[in-house]
């Protein structure tokens, strides 16, 4: 019963009008919105409403939230919605912005602290720099956003681990699954290796050289050349696009291409 009034209420928050100031927002802060064709942006749009009504956003370090922040973070969390069955990151509640880098403490280390522009945990918040966040949803193709990469983590962590497999073919038939996940583990191994070779030779590449820490950031920064950075990838990397694509249900090398959809 809890599911089936969760769902109705979504639909009806998706149903909703679409404020014109929240899409003024989007328009000068999220430049792959300009790029979407008019029905990804209406889906985007719904997702959007739907985000920002579920989580709560938190100011820390004495900024005050506006409406402008939620909305040009929730576009960006809610571009990796799109084309798919939304979840809308079940177990994340709250996200936590800073006005810029914050100080983090390792877990595992309190004496190991270290400036962070965004962090992503399995059961607890988002945190999230505010002008991090800002400049990488308006700067839309230099490869490097945080908010795609945080939220690119949650989707891995949606399993009940973070290591670069997030689930695949959720509802389909198991031997579907199964060849899914054999693909994934076949080209993402490959190509997580062979990234690892060039980050460590200081070679130029398509994904930010943090990808190579281990197989979860590398999902998180592919994640995020994807979707900025998607005609180099698929040049250059024509596997891992493949892969990207059928998971996200998305081909960001087309975006442009027609607005007239």
């Not at 073919?169 to 583990?185: F, H, P």
Request: charged share 30%.
């Amino acid at each position: 019963m809890f599911n089936f009034v969760k769902k109705w209420h979504r639909t009806k928050i998706r149903r909703g009008t679409f404020p014109s100031a929240w899409r003024d927002v989007l328009k000068s802060n999220f430049g792959i919105y300009n790029q979407l064709s008019t029905a990804d942006q209406q889906e985007l749009e719904s997702h959007i409403l739907v985000f920002v009504s579920e989580k709560k956003f938190e100011g820390c370090g004495g900024l005050e939230i506006n409406d402008e922040m939620r909305v040009t973070i929730a576009a960006q969390a809610c571009l990796l919605l799109l084309h798919r069955k939304p979840t809308y990151y079940p177990s994340l509640k709250t996200i936590l912005v800073y006005p810029s880098s914050y100080l983090a403490k390792n877990p595992d280390d309190p004496k190991d602290q270290s400036h962070r522009l965004g962090e992503s945990w399995q059961y607890g918040p988002v945190v999230l720099a505010w002008d991090s966040s800002k400049r990488g949803g308006k700067n839309a193709f230099d490869g490097n956003n945080v908010v795609i990469h945080e939220f690119a983590h949650q989707l891995d962590q949606m399993d009940g681990v973070a290591d670069g497999a997030p689930t695949l073919g959720k509802g389909e038939k198991l031997e579907k699954r199964k060849l899914k996940y054999r693909s994934w583990a076949l080209v993402f191994t490959k190509e997580f290796e062979c990234f690892q070779q060039k980050a460590g030779k200081g070679k130029k590449t398509v994904i930010d050289h943090y990808g190579a820490t281990n197989p979860a950031e590398f999902f998180a920064t592919a994640t995020e050349a994807f979707f900025e950075k998607p005609r180099q990838l698929k040049k250059k990397r024509p596997e891992l696009y493949k892969e990207l694509r059928s998971y996200y249900k998305q081909d960001p090398a087309t975006w442009g291409e027609s607005r007239s959809e």
